[in-house]
T-cell receptor
Framework: EDQVTQSPEALRLQEGESSSLNCSYTVSGLRGLFWYRQDPGKGPEFLFTLYSAGEEKEKERLKATLTKKESFLHITAPKPEDSATYLCAVGPSGSARQLTFGSGTQLTVLP | GAVVSQHPSRVICKSGTSVKIECRSLDFQATTMFWYRQFPKQSLMLMATSNEGSKATYEQGVEKDKFLINHASLTLSTLTVTSAHPEDSSFYIC????????????FGPGTRLTVL
């Protein structure tokens, strides 16, 4: 069974304090790994798609990396507006493009 | 690009009534759309996969007679919650895939359903 585990569940950072969020996965063939940001009461906002181990993508203060077993979302010098829940999802091969989501990491950046 | 809208954003209804939620892809054609349900402080639970012009595929445990999905065009999918009850109160979110060569799902803003 495909599984996605995100850690930590919650993370509080001071503004400017860099850190990383972890997404560990077990799938029978990876079609893609996806990172989303979700604000309270809103739908998830797409951030990155990673397809193969060693791949990295960056967007402003965020950088996503991928290995064969996990992905990291690095946040450099975060700002209060980066506060949100970050969701990781995997697309297993042969699953008709469905995604399996992790439970998310709730990030709070304090000013 | 890749904007998905949902309507309504919030709906309150009485127990026993039916509610229709629309999901539209505004700037692309979506051959596949997905419907999710999210409870407070929990992650997204896939309810069904909707392909244009064909019947939706429901996940195990999701009642297809209660949650009717129609994907009649490449830009519109609807979810109808029939004979809604308080336990159906939740946050419903749709997503769409932009093409056949990508698996990235773009999500709508969600619909908050409250059944009294």
């Amino acid at each position: 069974e495909d599984q996605v585990t995100q850690s930590p569940e919650a993370l509080r950072l001071q503004e400017g304090e860099s850190s990383s969020l972890n997404c560990s996965y077990t799938v029978s063939g990876l079609r893609g790994l996806f990172w989303y940001r979700q604000d309270p009461g809103k739908g998830p906002e797409f951030l990155f798609t990673l397809y193969s181990a060693g791949e990295e993508k960056e967007k402003e203060r965020l950088k996503a990396t991928l290995t064969k077993k996990e992905s990291f979302l690095h946040i450099t010098a975060p700002k209060p507006e980066d506060s949100a829940t970050y969701l990781c999802a995997v697309g297993p091969s042969g699953s008709a493009r469905q995604l399996t989501f992790g439970s998310g990491t709730q990030l709070t950046v304090l000013p | 690009g890749a904007v998905v809208s949902q309507h309504p954003s919030r709906v309150i209804c009485k127990s026993g009534t039916s509610v229709k939620i629309e999901c539209r892809s505004l700037d692309f054609q979506a051959t596949t759309m997905f419907w999710y349900r999210q409870f407070p402080k929990q992650s997204l639970m896939l309810m069904a996969t909707s392909n244009e012009g064909s019947k939706a595929t429901y996940e195990q445990g999701v009642e297809k007679d209660k949650f009717l999905i129609n994907h009649a065009s490449l830009t519109l999918s609807t979810l109808t919650v029939t004979s809604a009850h308080p336990e159906d109160s939740s946050f419903y979110i749709c997503s769409a895939v932009t093409g056949t060569s990508t698996d990235t799902q773009y999500f709508g803003p969600g619909t908050r359903l409250t059944v009294l």
